[in-house]
């Protein structure tokens, strides 16, 4: 199956299973903004947790904090985002519809390597085993011919996007390729202009003199103006860490696939503190453990990718992604960055304040360097869901929809269903229940055929399912049924607590990590 069409299947399956739905969805929606249901908001539960436990739990140098949405909207003056936190936008006079001018041109560099790609898939099929991919891409006249239009063009935005952006540039971009608007088809387009990424509202009543506020496009700031009453109040000694998780907000004008990119969304982010000089290599150990992190979830590691930049923001002196492989291809999922003393300068200049730390070890106060973890809940969540979505055909002929998540996130542990609704069948399944609801999230479940029930489960990603039947009410044992490989076993009641708690513990996913 096309994976265009795998992600088409899954958005409809996030909406099926309640796991995510479109905001004020009977109003006919509201562009890039969603909401998670009843199975959604435990997987971004059991996630957020995941990523708590392993910053605040593992490391004794790390704390966390929940700081405000609203803050003083200085603080973006000094971050850079009231000036700098722009995109460059440009309209079609026909449609009326505003595009990003870099999206429209990386869609055309993304449309000569579908040219190339294609060419290639089609010599693929012709020659069969006898195919050399690299010798057919190096000598080929119509492959080269794309490739030096895709590198001339991707050398010209890189060069206009570097300028600042050069906002005449990238326009003269857009016409010299003949990009058209995807709704009018025609070339009619207006200059480009930056558009600040930011919403605002105001604080205050206009008679007093309402103060222009910001909602944060980011967890960061909260964490950097906090920093000085964590450490002191914590007694905290560099190098230490601070996490965060909470919503962020950007007026993202190409808002698409699905809930990759949104309007509102949720961070989890972590700043770490280090002495000037140290922070290249706490760099590349964050860059270590939070690909480990990644990795621990089972998904494989050709899922994921490390993609360093080559141009850093002013402020930076190393960044990288962790990539990972969504339907849609490798797309950047957490950023690392090597943020210097940049934010803390800054606020320390703009609040005339005195934010140093004090080294008691060697008597100095210094402005301490960053390295920050910066994740998207979402994106997160849309990574998870996209490797565990599966569609299997069963050796009786049937097929069944599958979410294969980790178990450690799966939104519900256990489905507990007697055989019958009769004959003392519900009330002992709910004993069983009664039990172990306070170890994990259960289901109750009587509804239709035990195949039905067990398909219900297998599309919500549930790891194990028990059935009681007429010979529990005898012996004390039940079936265990596994999603993934679909084996069924029998054992006591007494011990299913042992044998599940382990199994779906995010603490048995967190032990891996040391
Ligand atoms: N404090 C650094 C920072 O905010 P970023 O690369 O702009 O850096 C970090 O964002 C992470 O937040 C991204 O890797 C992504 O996972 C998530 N993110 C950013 N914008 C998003 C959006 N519009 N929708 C969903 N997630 C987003």
Redesign the pocket.
């Known amino acids: 199956m096309a994976q265009e069409d795998v992600f088409k299947k899954l958005v409809s399956h996030c909406k099926e299973y309640g796991f995510v739905f479109p905001s004020s969805e009977i109003y006919d929606g509201l562009g890039a903004v969603y909401d998670y249901g009843q199975m959604g908001v435990e997987l971004k539960n059991n996630i957020k947790q995941y990523w708590w436990q392993s910053m605040v739990l593992l490391h004794e140098n790390i704390v966390g904090i929940d700081s405000a949405i609203f803050m003083h909207p200085t603080i973006w003056k000094a971050s850079g985002h009231v000036d700098a936190f722009n995109d460059p936008l440009i309209d079609n006079r026909d449609s009326k519809k505003r595009y990003r001018a870099d999206v429209l041109i990386e869609d055309q560099i993304a449309k000569y390597d579908e040219k190339i790609n294609k060419e290639v898939a089609k010599a693929a099929k012709r020659f069969g085993d006898a195919f050399d991919e690299a010798q057919f891409r190096s000598t080929n006249p119509r492959v080269l011919e794309h490739q030096a239009k895709r590198d001339a063009l991707h050398e010209r935005y890189s060069q206009a996007m570097n300028a600042g952006p050069d906002l005449d540039g990238l326009r003269q971009i857009i016409l010299d390729e003949e990009i058209v608007c995807p709704i009018s088809g025609t070339k009619n387009w207006t200059e480009v202009r930056q558009f600040n990424l930011m919403f605002s509202t105001e604080m205050g009543s206009t008679a007093d003199g309402a103060m222009k506020i910001y909602l944060r496009p980011?967890t960061?700031q909260g964490i950097f103006v906090n920093y000085l009453n964590v450490q002191k109040t914590g007694r905290m000694k560099i190098p230490f860490g601070i996490a965060q998780i909470g919503k962020a907000f950007?007026n993202?004008i190409v808002a698409r696939q699905f809930i990759?990119?949104?309007r509102e969304?949720e961070?989890m982010?972590m700043q770490f503190f280090v002495k000037p000089g140290t922070e290249l290599e706490w760099f590349q150990k964050w860059k270590e453990i939070r690909l480990k992190w990644h990795k621990a979830l089972g998904f494989g590691d050709d899922h994921y990718r490390y993609h360093d930049h080559e141009k850093l923001a002013h402020y930076a002196n190393a960044a990288t992604?962790i990539e990972f492989l969504m339907p849609f291809g490798f797309k950047?999922?957490?950023?690392i960055h090597s943020r210097t003393n940049f934010d803390l300068s800054q606020h320390e200049k703009f609040s005339g304040k005195n934010i140093k730390y004090f080294d008691p070890e060697t008597n100095e106060s210094y402005t301490p360097y960053v390295i920050?973890t910066?994740?998207?809940v979402?994106?997160m969540f849309l990574s998870i869901m996209s490797a565990s979505y599966c569609e299997e055909q069963l050796e009786n002929g049937e097929s069944r929809v599958v979410l294969k998540l980790p178990a450690a996130l799966a939104p519900v542990k256990l489905a507990v269903m007697p055989l019958v609704k009769k004959d003392g069948l519900p009330e002992k399944a709910r004993e069983i229940i009664d039990e172990l609801k306070f170890h994990f999230h259960c289901q109750y479940d009587e509804k239709d055929s035990i195949g039905k029930r067990y398909r219900r489960q297998d599309a919500i990603g549930t790891p194990y399912c028990v059935t009681v039947d007429h010979q529990t009410l005898e012996d004390n044992c039940v079936t265990l049924r596994n999603r993934d490989t679909m084996q069924q076993e029998r054992v006591p009641i007494a011990e299913l607590n042992n044998i599940i708690a382990d199994r779906v513990s995010i603490t048995s996913v967190l032990k891996t990590l040391q």
């Open positions: 980011e960061a950007r993202e990759f990119r949104m969304f961070q982010e992604d950047e999922v957490e950023g920050e910066s994740i998207g979402d994106r």
